[in-house]
């Protein structure tokens, strides 16, 4: 599995491609928890997935959590409607801000 | 089909190959693959995970069939540790997210995406039926209101 990080307008971009399962979760946590490290402003681009299991819900989560209690901001984005009702079942849609696309989620970085 | 498994967390790769092409080849759309590759995933990997606290290396069995247009049939059986998911409680989902717990998920998702869960302990054996709805349901799922 691979995750691409970018930088946009000092937003970090994070993609993941391929599975977010339990093989490839300690990959995409590394990936976010580094970026948040170094940047609380992140966001992630779910249009390369396949689909995400408990084990990448569980990483987005604790991403969430890191991020609000610094203050940081994370916003989820490009996500496929059948990503999104996993999202939505999880609960998830109700304490993560999530967005149609990048446009639309700057504003939220203030 | 039916097909085996080790109890090597590297087997999702060849499960979700298997079930990819099993879909195809049985005009199951890219959506219903989804919520079958998720479901197959999670309970797959429970029992990877602990089903076989030995250590050792084991082999079980994953089924799937589509029994008509309408449904299909994943069948798992392993003969790891007793293990019934559906003895498990609910994440609960309406809490903040400093108080939501980490994990919890994947069987509540299971349960979400699919019809029907039957768990049975027979022989020695854990036997999960899964029954999954392949066509497009009234239910507005997908109705999003996303800001």
Do not use: W
């Not at chain 2, 085996?4 to 079930?19: H, P």
């Amino acid at each position: 599995m691979e995750v691409k990080s970018a930088n946009d307008s000092g937003i970090t971009v994070i993609t993941p491609m391929g599975r977010v399962d339990t093989s490839t979760a300690k990959v995409f946590e590394d990936a976010v928890m580094a970026a948040a490290d170094a940047n609380g402003k992140i966001a992630i681009s779910f249009d390369s997935i396949d689909y995400i299991s408990s084990a990448g819900l569980r990483v987005v989560l604790m991403l969430g959590k890191k991020l609000k209690a610094s203050n940081g901001t994370l916003v989820l984005i490009n996500m496929p409607e059948k990503i999104f009702s996993v999202f939505k079942m999880s609960g998830f849609d109700k304490i993560l801000k999530i967005c149609a696309n990048f446009d639309e989620a700057k504003p939220l970085f203030g | 089909m039916l097909f085996e498994i080790k109890n090597k967390i590297d087997e999702i790769t060849y499960l979700c190959d298997t079930v990819k092409a099993y879909c195809n080849s049985n005009d199951i759309s890219d959506e219903k693959y989804h919520d079958i590759v998720l479901i197959l995933d999670e309970m797959v990997t429970n029992i990877i995970m602990y089903a076989y606290p030995d250590g050792g290396e084991h082999v079980f069995s994953v089924e799937i069939e589509k029994t008509n247009d309408s449904y299909v049939n994943i069948t798992i059986t392993d003969n790891g540790i007793a293990f019934d998911p559906l003895a498990k409680d609910d994440p609960i989902t309406s809490l903040d997210i400093e108080e939501r717990e980490i994990g919890g998920l994947g069987i509540f998702l299971v349960k979400q995406l699919s019809e029907c869960i039957e768990y049975s302990r027979i022989d020695d054996h854990n036997k999960l039926n899964i029954k999954v709805a392949i066509v497009k349901k009234e239910e507005n799922h997908g109705s999003q209101e996303r800001k």
